[in-house]
């Protein structure tokens, strides 16, 4: 073992501050990595403070993480000293169930290892610390290679937001000749804005906010439809092949499957708090479905990854001090983050 430094709350009502602990040294499959940045996602704030009801204090969190290979294990084959690396939302699974056995360990049946907040398989008694820290020690099976040509703090939000909007937009195979609607532009909305793009469909943007309007187009939208307007809304009934569900917050659902084409499907990612109100009618009319998506399985995070560097697609990012964190998550609970806060992780303070 050796220490390391990072950043944690000690209680769901603990600011995040300066903190100790232990990482394993790395074993034969193990690489380590030195953290560059990392970024800050939602769910980071939704555990951090207890939301979902699964938090065990302390909370490191932390799961869009880049940076370089400090050091491998004997039978480590895929990563060298000094290559460039990164870690998403997951740090082991079973490898043994069905959906493991897919490359989807994301749905792992026996529950995958969050990359923080999980039991720590190798090291009994203690959780995973995620990617507010200096060093992370992960199974090479788990760690993404990254494009050399893209602005690497960029790419952290990619681990989480990108594979997040990634896996549903290829699952539906979304591409040319198709009419593609996000809605809610934020984090994971401005990333499929862009991936939907790449893959060549028609994206609408569905905001409340008209002066989104111009951002939008921007980031890769075709058109924006302000979702307040009824008679722009009903306008666009019945003509999506695919629609991708970005908010967390309250809204109708309704309003969006009366969208969707016969046959076509609308996936929630975001994650309202509250359940969802679906009106039957909404998809017994013409045979739509109402579905979920889950981040992606390793296999799909590295394609989404060399798809970005194949096309030049990074997150739009605003960097912070790791002592600025608590900051971040308030400006984030208002929504106020052109579309993701990343930790510049020379920032952390050398002992905690
Ligand atoms: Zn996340
Ligand atoms: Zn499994």
Known sequence: MFAC??????????????????????G???????????????????????????SVWPVCPGHEIVGRVSAVGGD???????????????????????????GLEQYCENGFTGTYNDPDKNMPGSRTYGGYSKVIVVDQDFVLRIPENLELAAVAPLLC???????????????????????GLGGLGHMALKLAHAMGAEVTLFTTS?????????????????SRDADAMAAETASFDFILDCVSADHDINAYLR????????????????PLAISAFSVIFPRRHFA???????????????FCGEHGITADIEMIAMDEINEAYERMIASDVKYR????MATMPKAA
């Not at 950043?7 to 040294?25: K, M």
């Not at 480590?76 to 959906?99: I, N, P, Q």
């Not at 969208?259 to 509250?274: H, N, S, W, Y």
């Open 5 to 26: 430094t990072g950043y944690a709350a000690e209680s769901a009502t603990a600011p995040l501050a300066p903190f100790s602990f232990q990482r394993r040294s790395p």
């Open 28 to 54: 034969p499959n193990d690489v380590q990595i030195d953290i560059l940045y990392c970024g800050v996602c939602h769910s980071d704030i939704h555990t951090a403070r207890g939301e979902w009801g699964n």
């Open 210 to 226: 008209p002066n989104k309007a111009e951002d939008a187009k921007r980031l890769g939208a075709h058109r924006v439809v302000v």
């Open 292 to 306: 979920g998506s889950l981040i992606g399985g390793i296999a799909e995070t590295q394609e989404m990854l060399d």
């Open 161 to 183: 937001a990108g594979i997040t909007t990634y896996s549903p937009l290829r699952h539906w195979r979304v591409g040319p000749g198709q009419k593609v609607g996000i809605v």
């Open 259 to 274: 969208l969707i084409k016969r046959d076509g499907t609308l996936c929630q990612v975001g994650a309202p708090e509250k």
């Open 341 to 344: 806060f990343v930790i510049d």
């Open 76 to 102: 480590v084959t895929k990563f060298k000293v000094g290559d460039l690396a990164g870690v998403g939302c997951m740090v082991d699974s079973c490898r043994e169930c069905a959906s493991c056995r897919d």
